[in-house]
């Protein structure tokens, strides 16, 4: 089930939230952990067995570590780790795996599907963290199967995160108020998550969608670049709107969740940008990872390789292809030569438009990995943008409309470069001590607006008349 | 008491407790509202999708999984106010993106025309103005490879022939709107390929039956092809069905259309161009059949999937077998094809490869692909192996 969906809209989340206004506080958690697993399940009816199975096993393996003796608490977490991250492993990585190597190889057999359960990376990683800090003794292991339950499945965060690592909610599991404003900021957030994600992301992705099916042959410079910026102003709204309504959603049953995203376009560098885009993996990454491996602390090279590793890292997070590595390499080796190079000309104040143009090229040029099917089609489309390339029989009228271009610039000011010309509007969007009675009218139009737009999905013609 | 009241009104001044309300009453107030019985809600058909509403399914434990699915299936036909609100959502969006209605366009006496001017995968402009021509060597590749695959065909006594699906526009122009009046090209993509193929490989038939059609347009009363929809009618595939035996060693020749036997075969309505354009319920077309003396028409026997399609007939004139490897155009052929040769199967969107011919090889293999589709030609490779065992032998 998606936040955008008229069935979560109309259905799932006012009965959900009814219900729990309605309860004493007493079963509050078992019960949105029942709703979190009719949730998943409603998208996931097979694979909701592993997320169970995730939640039993580590609920076993916090209490595990927590009472095993110091000699064999490492060597516990090193086989709880590893069967989380074998869990997700097999489900997500395996087959496209499998199908790489036998067409290197040319292999000739037939590889089983195996379906990727929507979700897993994230509440794997939250799982992990979860062990990690029982064993450091950061937490103390959870003896509540519904409370350990609920950390994991919670649904708001369960499907695209923000990833929370359980010392950041394990207060809020056990005592939580929830206040009018509590419940109206969360709409409010919840509100422009979904207009960011329906208005603004999808209608951008049919624009970058539209452009990236060109021919190789016909694509000119152009078009080219005006897929780049829709394709990276979809991501962001996209991804950006989803974490907006997790956050929003979680404050409307009392949790408050960190921050995911901080108009990252406006970083004058790639360390800049990865401390504001996608927060919650980036420092579960450093927490977790980057940290463990000695991070800066064990000279320069080590901590060059560090960073490229985690990157790396990120990169099959992402994904299972080669090309996600290819991406997560290529930003660990921007950030390399930041640190290594660029330091002193990134942090001089006077450099910060030189510097936002350098990051803002970097950050299109590396996207191009992510939306071509391969990395020589990537390599293609960079060519295209960087030699004029001219196609007189396309048309850019046929690239984008005028209203495309009107929601493109719309989107441009709204992806941080207006919050940064107008610091009130920033403060009112994240004000949450008040609601604003002017601000309802819009908010309950974006929402009406927004379910329009997804009204419109519903459009399910049979168009085959013959085939 | 008076407490209460203070704190009532307290509440009734809040802003937070407004948006709630409000917020809330917006999620659950359409369905509140909806009567489904209620005839005032029941809208003029603002819309037609060519299928039937999905009805509610029960709950039943032994099914639980295919539940969710099918409930939101049946919701996705059913939530309060769908039809308003699908209808006013696609009026909103058509003008942002290349939505389905921007593909289509309306030409004079109800004709449609399927555009796509971004990705140029069905554009019927991009093949009328030239637009999709293909260089010198590109084309010429295209034509050693089918040439290719004639000779080795050839080998095992098997004749190949390509029959290109002319499009709508190319024998409709006349019906384009005035503002959408393309200028032709001299030559397009089809012809361009029929051309090299006579130049470096005259014993590849290539068959393109625009011009054919253009003549017949003009001297019989009904239309070869389909208004609202992108495919011929039975007239347009019985034509080119004639021109592909025609092209055929040996082949039995069907008569002209303008001196066949026509007659009604009942109506459809609308057509896919139709549902792309949305809308409400359309009206109904014309069908016809051609009908041969001392030819009879065969059953198509449909396989559990689509890619198979065979007639069998004892009594065709031609008792030799053909292989059909075709897109929907040749939907319309079958009766055709079942009328005259004693066994026929149709494979649809698959290539002919050589692995197809290991076992109880036919002795015609026909290739049919659309004008507008003949970017596909671009990968045809006939020796290719892995991939084509895995389609065929499904």
Not at chain 1, 113 to 133: E, K
Not at chain 1, 172 to 192: C, K, M, S
Not at chain 2, 358 to 367: A, E, R
Request: aromatic share 14%; net charge positive; hydrophobic share 50%.
């Amino acid at each position: 089930m998606l936040f955008s969906s008229i069935i979560f809209l109309w259905i799932f989340l006012p009965t959900v939230f009814l219900i729990y206004r309605l309860l004493h506080d007493r079963f509050r958690n078992l019960f949105l952990l029942i709703a979190s697993v009719v949730f998943y399940a409603w998208g996931e009816p097979k694979m909701v067995n592993v997320m169970l199975f995730s939640i039993v096993f580590n609920y076993l393996a916090g209490l595990g570590i927590e009472k095993a003796a110091p000699r064999w608490k490492k060597l516990l977490l090193i086989l709880c780790v590893g069967v989380d991250l074998g869990t997700l492993g097999i489900f997500k990585y395996l087959t496209p795996s499998l199908l790489t190597l036998s067409r290197w190889f040319e292999w000739d057999f037939v590889v089983m599907n195996v379906s990727l359960p929507i979700g897993i990376s994230f509440y794997t990683f939250q799982a992990i963290s979860y062990v990690v800090d029982v064993y450091r003794g950061t937490i103390k292991a959870q003896k509540n199967p519904i409370d350990m339950g609920l950390y994991i499945s919670f649904f708001p965060q369960l499907i695209a995160g923000p990833i929370i690592k359980y010392h950041d909610v394990e207060q809020q599991l056990e005592h939580r108020t929830t206040t009018w404003n509590d419940t109206a900021y969360g709409i409010r957030r919840f509100v422009y998550g979904l207009a960011k994600k329906v208005l603004i992301a999808n209608q951008l992705g049919a624009i970058a969608d539209d452009i990236f099916a060109i021919p190789g042959q016909a694509l000119d410079s152009s078009a080219a670049w005006i897929g780049v910026l829709a394709f990276n102003l979809q991501v962001y709204f996209d991804f950006s709107g989803y974490s907006d309504m997790a956050i929003g959603l979680g404050r409307m049953f009392g949790f408050r969740f960190m921050e995911n995203f901080n108009y990252p376009y406006l970083a004058c560098s790639v360390r800049e940008f990865w401390q504001r885009w996608n927060i919650s993996v980036f420092t579960w990454f450093r927490e977790y990872l980057y940290f463990p491996l000695g991070g800066s602390r064990k000279g320069e090279l080590r901590t060059c390789l560090n960073i490229l590793l985690v990157f790396v890292a990120t990169g099959i997070w992402h994904g299972a292809a080669l090309s996600f590595v290819a991406w997560g390499a290529a930003w660990g080796v921007v950030l390399i030569l930041e640190r290594v190079l660029l330091k002193k000309f990134l942090d001089d104040p006077r450099l910060r438009i030189p510097s936002r143009l350098y990051f803002l090229l970097v950050v299109a040029l590396i996207s191009v990995i992510f939306c071509t099917p391969d990395l020589a089609a990537a390599g293609r489309y960079v060519k295209t943008m960087f030699v004029w390339t001219d196609n007189p029989a396309l048309r850019l009228s046929d690239v984008i409309t005028g209203w495309g271009w009107l929601l493109t610039g719309t989107a441009v000011l709204l992806c941080g470069p207006l919050q940064q010309l107008v610091p009130p509007l920033r403060r009112a969007l994240f004000d949450e001590e008040h609601i604003r009675f002017a601000e309802i009218p819009v908010l309950l139009a974006l929402l009406a607006a927004s379910i329009l737009l997804l009204a419109g999905n519903a459009y399910n013609p049979f168009i085959y008349f013959r085939f | 008491m008076r407490g209460k009241v203070k704190a009532i009104i307290a509440k009734l001044k809040d802003p937070a407790f407004w948006l709630v309300l409000l917020f809330f009453a917006a999620l659950i107030g359409p369905s509140v509202v909806w009567d489904e019985t209620d005839a005032k809600f029941r809208a003029k058909k603002l819309l037609w999708e060519n299928r039937a509403t999905r009805e509610k399914p029960l709950f039943q434990i032994r099914r639980f999984q295919r539940y969710p699915k099918e409930f939101g299936e049946y919701y996705n036909d059913a939530f309060p106010f769908r039809e308003y609100l699908v209808w006013a959502s696609r009026k909103i969006t058509g003008p942002l993106n290349n939505f389905y209605s921007a593909r289509v366009i309306i030409g004079k006496d109800g004709f449609l025309f399927t555009v796509d001017p971004v990705s140029m995968r069905h554009d019927e402009p991009g093949d009328y103005t030239g637009k999709t021509l293909w260089n010198d060597h590109l084309e010429s590749a295209i034509v050693r490879r089918l040439e290719h695959a004639r000779q080795e065909l050839a080998k095992m006594n098997i004749q190949f022939c390509v029959v290109i699906a002319p499009n709508k526009m190319a024998v409709y122009d006349d019906k384009l709107p005035e503002k959408r009046r393309f200028r032709k090209a001299a030559i397009n993509r089809a012809e361009s390929l029929v051309a090299r193929a006579a130049k470096i490989a005259p014993e590849l038939k290539i068959v393109y039956p625009a011009e054919v059609f253009r003549e017949t347009r003009g001297k019989i009363p009904y239309p070869l092809f389909l208004r609202e929809d992108s495919h011929w009618n039975a007239l347009g595939a019985y034509m080119a069905t004639r021109e592909v035996v025609k092209a055929i060693p040996g082949g039995v020749e069907l008569p002209p259309l303008e001196s066949a036997q026509i007659e009604p075969a009942g109506k459809v309505r609308g057509g896919d161009l139709r549902v792309m354009l949305g809308g409400g319920t359309p009206e109904e077309t014309q069908l016809y059949d051609v009908k041969v003396p001392g030819m009879k028409t065969v059953p198509v026997a449909e396989r559990t999937d689509y890619h198979r399609r065979e007639t069998v007939n004892p009594d065709a004139p031609d008792k030799r077998r053909v292989w059909v490897y075709r897109d929907s155009f040749a939907a319309a052929m079958e009766p055709y094809f079942g009328m005259l040769f004693k066994e026929v199967v149709f494979y649809w969107n698959v290539q002919p490869r050589r692995v197809h011919f290991v076992k109880d090889p036919p002795d015609i293999v026909v290739l049919e692909i659309v004008e507008r589709g003949l970017a596909g030609l671009e990968d045809f490779d006939f020796e290719s192996s892995r991939k084509a065992r895995l389609e065929f032998f499904r």
